[in-house]
């Protein structure tokens, strides 16, 4: 036991610096919230950081209400149906094999409720697609199984692999690694979620890198696939578009206030779909301008020193 202690300490030191280039551009960005996170048995939604995210949950609400309605409607006519038209009540059946009227209300009632949800459903719908003027572009690209994170207007790319992934531990960014993806929870683990700002209840959802954007600005997401389909989400922004190969598709939020923020792949992908996390940390414009230049530096190769020029 000693020895595998002494084996484990030692593997710490070496991948710790290791992959110190891969975690550099995140030093900084510890401490913050952890607002969007799932929760065990938990029922409802994630906590709305995005307006998107709200209007989705005022729908549902209202949806929610609807259905509950009709249900309400639907158990009581049951129930007097049952009283009223028992073979006790009545000792012999009526013969008649329809109503005109009652055939007139079933048909109208459902397409007046639908136009209803429809009204109000679809401008939710398309104001995900309808992406105002923008102050920042992202690209996100599903591979198998990670993602790459690319700011086009700074010249910044960077993998993001769950924690405990050889290529997030070591630093080689090597695709073929994340084929080789550990599934348990040992005391290595937990060291490497620790030093990355996280907790033991949050494998499985942490990365090595996140995605970093700044509170209030409006974000153009432009999402792709390299090998097969993957669907970026993360449900506190109110946002799930697929990352197609061969499609450029498009979305946008615009985060409220500062945490951390979770989500997966949403679309089967193969193996190890369940073990591609997604992570965004919110700050203020002056903590993500910061970042930004260390990110400049580390993954665009410029120095600090120099200005880049911008469109």
Known sequence: MRMTSLIRGFLSVVFGLMAATVTLAQDGLTGLEFVGKPVAGGMGFQPAATELARDAHWLDDLVLYIITAITIFVTLLLVWVVIRYNHRANKEAARFTHHTMVEIVWTLLPIVILIVIGSFSLPILFKQLEIPESDLTVKVTGNQWYWTYEYPESGVEFDSYMIGSPASLDGSNNPNDALITPFVLDEY???????????????????????????????????????????????????????????????????EQEGVFFGQCSELCGKDHSYMPIVVKAVSQEVYDQWLAGAIEEYAGIPASVQVASN
């Open 189 to 255: 683990m937990e060291i490497k979620l620790v030093e990355n700002g996280y907790q033991r209840d949050d494998f499985l959802l942490a990365a090595n890198t996140a995605l970093v954007v700044p509170v209030g600005a409006v974000v153009r997401v432009q999402i792709a696939a390299t090998d097969v389909n993957h669907s970026f989400a993360v449900p506190s922004f109110g946002i799930k578009m697929d990352a197609i190969v061969g499609r450029l598709n498009e979305t946008w939020f615009a985060v």
